[in-house]
């Protein structure tokens, strides 16, 4: 295939080498806004597009993929807010969106288990939830949306709990600590305390190569599909 990466930072890196490992193209960088207005054509000679930029950039990245009708990756979280306008202009234009809060596939895995260990809780109310989030000092968001999807996925599975507070606690919420801290990957911990005793799981990231294996497989994945899709389809979780 032929790929355009939209972000240049250390995940385009790691996804470059492992695309060409696989036997696939770079056909196209882009990191800047100068870059577009020089490389536009280049986008539509391309199969599919991985966009790993910021929030405040990723949604016209998007629009641009669509616009030229080849699918796109999307690993940046923080743009959520406007989930519902994006995915009604994919619908509209024909054109496919993949995204997810994490492409590792091992974090995946475990937001089933989260999900599962929520709702088999549920009518043990003794059990009272917290997360903490730990990654490098350079990423912008905070709580992560790894911990965001983990948040959610609880309140969906355990009818006890109705939002999330962070850096604070607040009755019927799931309190999240987000923790940033010299180069770490990520680190993710969900825990439920009782008087007697506290289950705890945790999903640990050694490096971003999990990251960009889920985001090439989920490059190949979508060529020539249309819609919008998850790492669940991805994985037929």
């Known amino acids: 295939m032929k790929i355009a990466l939209l972000g240049y930072g250390r995940m385009g890196h790691e996804i470059e080498k492992l695309a060409v490992s696989r036997g696939h193209t770079i056909q196209v960088k882009i990191d800047n806004e100068d870059e577009w207005t020089a490389k536009t054509a280049f986008l539509k000679e391309c199969d599919v597009a991985i966009e790993f930029t910021i929030p405040a950039i990723a949604i016209s990245n998007i629009k641009r993929c669509f616009a030229v009708g080849i699918p796109v990756v999307v690993g940046t979280t923080g743009w959520y807010e406007h989930f519902g306008e994006v995915t009604e202009l994919c619908i509209k234009m024909d054109g496919c969106l993949f995204y997810a809060s994490n492409y590792s596939i091992g974090v995946n895995v475990f937001f089933e ?84 005793d506290q289950i705890t799981i945790t999903h640990e990231a050694y490096n971003r190569l999990g990251f960009a294996i889920g985001a090439v497989l989920a490059a190949e994945w979508v060529y020539s599909r249309k819609g919008v899709f998850t790492m669940k389809d991805l994985l037929s979780l």
């Open 113 to 196: 288990i989260n999900r599962k260990l929520a709702s088999l809780l549920e009518s043990y109310t003794m059990y009272k939830p917290a997360m903490t989030e730990i990654h490098h000092t350079l990423k912008l968001d905070a709580p992560s949306g790894t911990a965001i999807t983990l948040a959610k996925d609880m309140i969906s599975a355990n009818h006890n709990y109705t939002g999330y507070t962070v850096g604070t606690t607040e009755e019927g919420k799931i309190p999240v600590t987000s923790v940033r801290e010299g180069n770490v990957t990520g680190t993710h911990t969900v825990s439920w305390t009782s008087d007697v």
